[in-house]
């Protein structure tokens, strides 16, 4: 299912903001991999559950990538796929970042960078004083690591040994004006969180079965998942390109990004 | 006023399993009380105010009631990225509670003085802003903030403010409260400067000058209208805060006033728009920051001459 969902997702995506003119086009398909494997596979969540308080619960704080993330989930079942066509237009249902307001499964809006971990960590600590044992899984961006909210919320998360924090980071190496390592470098990487006290796992952010083993592994700590991601998966003039977070696909773009989808169905 | 707060809360801790206590390691001597009695219900979440902010949202829509507690300016401006979108955006019943707001922290310098607050966290959507007086106003705001789920913003003294009511005031309507009579001229306090402006009417009975003073610890809502009422036969209000004038109480008053129509003089006193460098206690700054009792008495006298 993550694979079909991943398909969709990307083809809706890519529609989605070529028709309204909506940026982050890059951060979306770098993401949607991701996603889909936490919506269609890993985390334990439904569309027809989004108010059972036992769901585990999916917090995208890369507010960014909605095109991507509303996508998997109307795909997934959330809301109806009709809503995609309005995306980022007036009066439609779903903005240019994550809204969590009269869309069925979202669980917090997000948009500004650093918000939903420790939103996710109060989650945590809730769940953990009411003996709720469900996970939380949190998907940041790499270029939001250098907002220092994460790092206060990766401390407690440690301090307080919450084994059902999930993180997972996005990696793509770029940001809006350049490589994260030019603009304010991140590595050693894994060795910051590990050093926050997190159990740390590196995969292959495109291969689903890497994703899926890598997130249904448990721990008595936090865990990071790394997930070596390109900016721009599936389109090849938009892969690891610095520009695609900010263009806008034109026509003859989103005609060539659809056929490249197309005869590329496998993923990496 | 801290001390009656943690006191309130940890008697609302006792029947209401919700509330909870968060603190940004600040509160020594002060919290620990509630800790001990109520540890499931206590977080000391460290010196990283964004990370409480969030983590009381992530609380809240869980369904607890987190107060989020620190001194002057951090429970507010340092995390208010969190508190507009994490906590308003999505209309969380997160409490912040900021001890020793105003000049109450003079000597600690401008970093520690909580003046521009009000005019902040105002603004923000939903958000109720309350500025108790005294203990018992204190503990009447507890009441109210947990009557309803939604955003709130407690701003609190330091300790030792004498009371202004016998009993636990009611807020629910938002309506000032009347502490002293008075024919002439209205004066309204906001918070704990309450004491100024009662120690200005007294100077200013034998210069035949009768000032009415009331206590408005409900600055959002306002109630405009039972503000408009309070000064009924005088000539006009002085508005008194512990804040800069830009935006704080005598603002929501003026704005108040203006949407509903009423022409009731208004004179808003509070801090000068300027970072103060002046190093000394809450009176000693005062006296140098423009809202000295010479300065606030002169300016109530002129104001009620001036539209008598």
Request: charged share 20%; with cysteine; hydrophobic share 40%.
């Amino acid at each position: 299912m993550p694979t079909e969902l991943a398909r969709q997702a990307r083809r809706s995506a890519l529609a989605m903001c070529s028709r309204s003119g909506a940026s982050h086009i890059g951060a979306a398909l770098s993401v949607i991999d991701i996603l889909s494997v936490l919506y269609g596979e890993v985390a334990d969540v439904s569309p027809h559950r989004t108010e059972d308080p036992s769901r585990d619960i999916v917090l995208v704080s890369k507010g960014h990538s909605a095109s991507g993330v509303y996508a998997v989930m109307a795909h997934a079942g959330y809301f109806p796929v009709e809503w995609l066509d309005d995306y980022y237009l007036d009066g439609s249902h779903l903005g240019g970042h994550v809204t969590a307001h009269g869309i069925p499964g979202v669980e917090l809006s997000t948009g500004a960078l650093g918000h939903a971990l420790p939103f996710g960590v109060g989650r945590a600590i809730a769940d953990k004083l009411d003996g709720i044992d469900r996970r939380i899984f949190v998907v940041l961006s790499d270029g939001e690591c250098a907002e220092g909210s994460n790092w206060e919320a990766a401390l407690m998360a440690a301090h307080h040994a919450l084994r059902n924090v999930t993180v997972i980071v996005d990696r793509n190496g770029l940001q809006i004006l350049g490589r994260t390592e030019d603009v304010l470098g991140l590595e050693p990487f894994a060795d910051k969180w590990r050093a926050f006290g997190w159990e740390v796992e590196e995969v292959e952010g495109h291969d689903h079965g890497e994703l899926g083993r890598a997130l249904h592994t448990r721990s008595q700590r936090p865990r990071a998942i790394i997930a070596n991601t390109t900016k721009g998966k599936g389109v090849d003039f938009m892969e690891d390109r610095v520009e695609w977070h900010t263009l806008v696909p034109n026509d003859e773009h989103l005609v060539t990004a659809l056929a490249q989808l197309e005869t590329n169905t496998t993923e990496a | 006023m801290r001390d009656a707060f943690v006191r309130k809360l940890t008697e609302e801790a006792e029947t209401n399993e919700d509330v909870m206590l968060l603190v940004g390691d600040l509160g020594f001597g002060v919290v620990a009380a509630f800790g001990d009695a109520y540890p499931k219900q206590f977080l000391n979440c460290g010196v990283a105010e964004q990370s409480m902010v969030g983590v009381a949202a992530g609380l809240a829509a869980s369904g607890r009631r987190p107060f989020v507690y620190s001194i002057s300016n951090f429970p507010s401006l340092r995390p208010l990225e969190q508190i507009r979108n994490d906590v308003c955006y999505h209309g969380l019943g997160v409490t912040l509670v900021a001890v020793g707001t105003g000049l109450a922290y003079g000597a600690l310098g401008y970093t520690h003085h909580g003046v521009e607050d009000m005019s902040i966290l105002r603004s923000l959507p939903g958000m109720r802003v309350y500025t108790p007086a005294d203990a018992l106003e204190c503990a009447a705001a507890v009441d109210e903030i947990l009557a309803d789920p939604s955003p709130a913003y407690l701003r609190l003294g330091k300790n030792k403010e004498p009371l202004m009511h016998d009993e636990q005031p009611d807020l629910s309507t938002g309506a000032p409260l009347l502490i002293r009579e008075g024919t002439d001229v209205t004066v309204i306090a906001a918070g704990p400067i309450i004491t100024q402006a009662l120690a200005v009417a007294e100077e200013l009975e034998p210069e035949g000058v009768s000032v009415r003073v009331l206590t408005c610890p409900v600055i959002k809502p306002l109630n405009a209208e039972a503000v408009h009422a309070a000064a009924t036969g005088t000539a006009g209000i002085v508005t008194l805060e512990e804040h800069t004038v830009l935006g704080g109480f005598g603002s929501a008053v003026l704005e108040g006033f203006a949407l509903q129509g009423y022409r009731t003089p208004v004179l808003p006193l509070g801090l000068a728009d300027a970072a103060t460098h002046i190093i000394g206690g809450q009176e000693w700054i005062r006296e140098r920051a423009g809202l000295s009792t010479d300065h606030v008495r002169s300016s109530v006298a002129a104001f009620a001459r001036r539209n008598a």
